[in-house]
């Protein structure tokens, strides 16, 4: 089944503990992407990949890192989280195009909470 | 820069009543303009897209969009709502020259009463 994965589904920390949260897609899809769900905000990207080694900042990277060291793996790093951090997360990939109408697939979501 | 107003944080429709939410947006360049879904504790799924095609694009679940240019928007619709409607929808631009740039609007909760 084509899907993007993340782990875990929901985490509770405390502020300054470094996290890494996990995304994997089985589709062979070169872009990939992170993005924030916050109320009233809609979804607001963190972070894309526009391949293996090819990473570029969204709307909102501060306090955050990724890395894209394989095609099926994104994950994303906060070194140092603290409350406003505190959102729920998606993962996100789609096939590579020569313009923006390519559909992204999303994962189910990471509910994160930094206390 | 591109950007996406929903109008509506919430809408109440009964069902079989006709579901209609609004998106406008801004956007230098041509858009390409969709509507994902988003039920409960689940991620989001795309119900349609336009991408310079039809300007009447038929999407999953009986959705529908319509394009108008000269009103920048893309208002979803669907003319009878069923319960299993109840769910986080959200509008979305792409830039033809922006590959992969989505920019989501707030989102509308849509709530459908028996």
């Known amino acids: 089944e084509a899907q993007v994965t993340q782990n875990p589904r ?4 405390v502020t300054g503990k470094k996290l890494t949260v996990t995304c994997s897609q089985n589709m062979n899809h070169e872009y990939m992407s992170w993005y924030r769900q916050d109320p009233g905000l809609g979804l607001r990207q963190i972070y894309y990949s526009m391949n293996v080694e090819v990473t570029d900042k969204g709307d909102v990277p501060e306090g955050y890192k990724v890395s894209r060291k394989e095609k099926r793996n ?4 906060l070194e140092s989280p603290s409350p406003n951090q505190t959102s729920l997360y998606f993962c996100a990939s789609s096939a590579s195009g020569t313009s923006g109408s390519m559909t992204q697939y999303f994962g189910p979501g990471t509910r994160l909470l930094v206390l | 820069a591109q950007s996406v107003t929903q109008l509506g944080s919430h809408v109440s429709v009964s069902e079989g009543a006709l579901v209609l939410l609004r998106c406008n947006y801004s956007s230098s360049v041509p858009p390409y303009l969709f509507w ?3 039920y409960p504790n689940q991620g989001l799924q795309l119900l349609l897209k336009y991408t310079s095609a039809a300007t009447l694009v038929k999407g999953i679940n009986g959705f529908e969009a319509e394009f108008k240019k000269s009103e920048t928007s893309f208002h979803l619709t669907k003319p009878s709502a069923h319960m299993s409607d109840a769910a986080e929808y959200f509008c979305a631009v792409s ?3 922006s590959w992969g ?3 989501f609007g707030a989102g509308t909760q849509v709530v459908v009463t028996p």
């Open chain 2, 95 to 97: 830039e033809s020259d």
């Open chain 2, 101 to 103: 740039k989505l920019q």
């Open chain 2, 36 to 38: 994902y879904v988003q």
């Open chain 1, 74 to 77: 994104f994950p994303l790093i």
């Open chain 1, 10 to 13: 929901y985490l509770i920390t």
